[in-house]
């Protein structure tokens, strides 16, 4: 007898596949969640996760998996095979915490999720075909771990790309939005407010004056867009005209192309400031752009039917709420991706704070842990097992990659623009 999905195929995905992957998830439960528990209690940051890589590493290359470290030339990723050639499928694991906050962005869980998983699909090989990869995914809270990743080619052969977030939701994918920093230089000319005043090019007054334009701006911007600044340096002396004045700034849209227009509204805005002060400008982009989340409905809705096993139900996210940004959107541009959110806490809660912290090594999260590692590994083996399956994933990545996620353009997927300003008032 075998597994029938809505809309599935069932190839040699079969009930008793299933069966094997459900008795390796159990047989390693324990330790699995000892693994969660051991990077809760050690936290580390952006590209210094030494001791989480190490510690996955060596539980992987204890199975027998392939490991390779280092990989796209960042010291704490990594990759993990098992089996060989195509379909590949790769399951994503974070690991990096929030300074001051630790494990408040359930990382712990995401890394022990895609670790078990990859332990029991690695268990059932002999039933399968192609390959799995556990991706150490490092930086996600900032650095773009998974965007580096990409560039460096880390996921040109592969199939899908599975991974969970813990969260307060319980919701089939993430409504994750584009999102980038820039910083804007203002230069002048230095002078003494009373000795020479009118000899002074005010730059400090020239990025206050982009702060207005900005703010003015933000009332017509789209829904998700928005524009957040701080002054990184607003002079050396109180009785000196500021000759150089920075600003950072972030910004947030619903889609790639619309942080693209975004962007360049903010490089209008500052070349305009910099012309009516008198002031030269450069804009720069200060880190890695992530790119919106596009969800696999084929794949998400699989890891959905696998998960209901475990009483879980899994609905679509309510329509209007953004839930920040994820370098997972860099990956999903580029190949069918999952990124569903399993409630850790309830609605009341957020991530990013002490209390979610707590949650991420609650019993709650073990339960939680044990159903999505399992919804995870038999979701792995169905994109091995069914050429069909694979085939609807990539149709319809291909379909929403033309239209865009609301059926409009959508240019996540063009080569990346970097806006770089140096203009002469």
């Known amino acids: 007898m075998s597994t029938r999905f809505p809309g599935g195929c069932v190839s040699r995905t079969s009930d008793a596949v299933h069966a094997r992957v459900r008795e390796a998830v159990a047989d390693r439960a324990e330790s699995v969640w000892d693994v969660a528990a051991a990077l809760h209690a050690d936290p580390e940051y952006a590209f210094a996760e030494h001791r989480a890589a190490a510690l996955l590493t060596g539980e992987l290359q204890r199975a027998g998996l392939e490991v390779r470290r280092e990989v796209a030339g960042l ?14 499928v790769a399951l994503l ?13 359930g990382h712990n869980l995401i890394a022990a999720a895609g ?4 332990l029991a699909v690695h268990a059932v090989r002999d039933e399968l075909d192609g390959s799995v990869l556990a991706v150490g995914t490092p930086a996600e809270e900032g650095g773009g771990g998974k965007a ?17 977030h813990p969260g307060v939701y319980d919701w089939t994918w993430a409504p994750l939005t584009a ?26 007054a020239a990025l206050v004056e982009l702060f207005n334009v900005l703010h003015a701006l933000s009332r017509r911007l789209p829904e998700a867009s928005h524009i957040q600044g701080i002054v990184t340096h607003g002079g050396t002396a109180t009785n ?37 002060t008198g002031t030269r400008v450069t804009v720069e982009r200060a880190t890695v752009r992530y790119e ?12 959905a039917a696998h998960l209901a096993r475990a009483g879980i139900t899994l609905t679509p996210p309510v329509p209007g709420v953004y839930l920040g940004s994820s370098d997972i959107g860099n990956v999903s541009t580029r190949l069918p991706a999952i990124h569903p959110f399993v409630a850790i806490m309830d609605e009341n809660g957020s991530d990013h704070t002490p209390e979610f912290a707590e949650a991420s090594a609650s019993a709650r999260a073990r339960e939680v842990l044990r159903a999505v590692t399992e919804a995870l590994a038999c979701t792995a083996v169905d ?13 319809a990545y291909r379909e929403t990659a033309t239209r865009g996620p609301a059926g409009g353009a959508d240019r996540a997927g063009e080569a990346d623009r970097t806006v770089a300003a140096d203009r002469a008032g």
Do not use: K
């Open 75 to 88: 010291p704490t990723a990594f990759t993990a095979r098992s089996g060989r050639g195509r379909p590949t």
């Open 93 to 105: 694991l974070e690991y990096d915490a929030l300074p001051g906050l630790g494990h408040a962005c």
């Open 115 to 118: 670790l078990g998983a990859a």
């Open 148 to 164: 580096l990743e990409v560039e460096a080619g880390v996921f040109d052969d592969v199939d899908a790309a599975l991974m969970f």
């Open 179 to 204: 999102q980038e920093q820039y910083r804007i230089g203002f230069h002048g000319r230095a002078a003494h407010p009373t000795g020479n005043p009118t000899e002074g090019i005010d730059a400090l």
């Open 240 to 276: 000196i005209v500021p000759e150089f004045a920075e600003g950072l700034f972030g910004l947030r849209a619903a889609t790639t192309a619309a942080l693209d227009d975004l962007s360049g509204q903010l490089r209008t805005c500052a070349e305009g400031v910099a012309q009516a």
């Open 292 to 303: 919106h989340f596009r969800d696999s409905e084929v794949l998400s809705g699989r890891f």
């Open 383 to 395: 994109v091995l097992c069914c050429a069909d399956l694979r085939e609807r994933a990539w149709a």
